[in-house]
């Protein structure tokens, strides 16, 4: 059987059988062969499995291909062809797949429970993890390997230090560590180039007293809160609070803050804050600064009399366009109610 995330994946695997049988005059004799599926005189088959994991049980295999299993956002298809192999004991499964993205996706785990077998054995770029009903064999270029050599990596002869060099122009970095290094990533992708943000780190100081602007982002229970201020030629402090009491330990930094720096405004997402911020301007330790519909507000109300009466206008002049009647109710003697009955008199007609 050939299964992967969809069909079409699935029948890369097939395909490159079929061609082989295809090719091969004594292995073609042997065959019945089709588009979809190559059967044996003695009832053997290879075919193409869908990826709905519903209706992959009940099947009795002796050997299973899984391509791809990085692209599979669960491990349903995985478990149902899986367990299937306890019906014959000398079945056998093969997963091929690139590298993935995260510990927790199902390659990951098997990946992680691959290396907590009994024996495991690395040697340059390959990996082999051996068990009783598990085994793994990995290429992965070593994370202190510069990507130059990501050829090695490669057991492909084909796959050469040239071609390599062009998708490194082509793809961003963390598709190269992926796809060609074979290399594990937390996520598909990086806001910033690796190395960018450590690149920006500096040695200096901010002095007490000077202007200072704060940014406030709180996180909550599953996430960081932070505190963050800048100063006009952007040297920057930061200072991140974890768990349910971030909030008050976050309201007690901008309140330190406003006592050691000049601090001219506040911004924060009034969503988590603004109770704090509230505070905070009432005792005169800040002047805040909110963004979106809160601040939109404040600007609209500060408008000049004549301006708002301009806009009050306008509204009620679209108001009054959305109940007006439709264009065949405004007809010279249409009595309105769409039934098609018009004043005879005044010739028109309901359209």
Sequence with gaps: MCAAASREQASHLFDKARGYALANASVRSRLTITRRDLRTVTD??????????????????????????????????????RTSLVKRPEAKMITISTAGVGADSPLGQLRQRALSLPHVERDGTFTRA????????EWQLPEEWPLERAHEANPATWVTHERLEDQREAVHDSAFRRFHANQWTAVENFWLPPGAWQACAADYTIESGEPVWVGVDVGGSRAASAVVWLTEDLRLGCEVFEGT??????????????????????????????????????????????GGAAEAAERRDAQPPRRRRDREG????????????????RRRGCLGDGSGRCDVNSGAKCL
């Design 44 to 81: 053997g088959r290879l075919m193409v499995v869908s990826a709905d994991a519903e209706k992959q049980l009940g099947h009795d295999p002796s050997l299973i291909f899984v391509d791809e299993l990085c692209a599979h956002r669960s491990d349903d298809l995985y478990l149902a062809l």
């Design 130 to 137: 051996t068990g009783s009903g598990l085994a793994m064999l």
């Design 245 to 290: 009491e971030a909030v008050l330990a976050v309201e007690e930094r901008v309140r330190r803050l406003a006592g050691e720096q000049d601090v001219r405004a506040v911004h924060f997402d009034p969503w988590r804050f603004q109770q704090a911020a509230l505070e905070l301007g009432e005792r005169g330790a800040v002047r805040r600064h909110r």
């Design 314 to 329: 306008h509204a009620a002049r679209v108001a009054a366009r959305q109940v007006r009647p439709q264009r065949a109710d």
